[in-house]
């Protein structure tokens, strides 16, 4: 067993695992974050995205172990702790963006990741952002419709307020 510290979604955490234990499993079955959903397991999908010290990662491709003192987010971490949901969160419901809901916290922490590089996407762009996340009830053209609704909302929020 290894035993890890880290940080998930603003808890200190400390838990033993197998070493060969993949990101995706120690978050779905020991912390329980379970919008950490396993598709594809090969990285494709995008279904398990997490962000790891802010950046995306496939956490089915990554090892538990490789998170020692390290800080992850999941979709669980993105509403407010008052439970107030995350302008992004908002606008999926706002503009019908959620379908069966499997790739959806995927796509949120992807769009996060995104919007913290680019605030003033255009369709095109995140058309491209979204290349990585495979959703297979929808043409996106709701969620393209919610990403952008989202950025202008957190555009116009004070930079204190921002993700």
Partial sequence: MASLSLTANGQEVQVDVPP?????????????????????????????????EGAQVRSCLMLAIQAEGRSIMTVEGLAGADGELHPLQQAFMDKHALQCGFCTPGILVTALAYLREHPSPTDEEIREMLAGNLCRCTGYHFIIEAVAAAARVLAAAPSSARP
Wanted: proline share 0%; with cysteine; glycine share 10%.
């Fill in 20 to 52: 060969r234990t993949s990101l995706a499993d120690l978050l779905r079955d020991k912390l329980r974050f379970t919008s950490v959903n396993l598709g594809c397991e090969q990285g494709v999908c995008g279904s398990c995205t997490v962000l790891l």
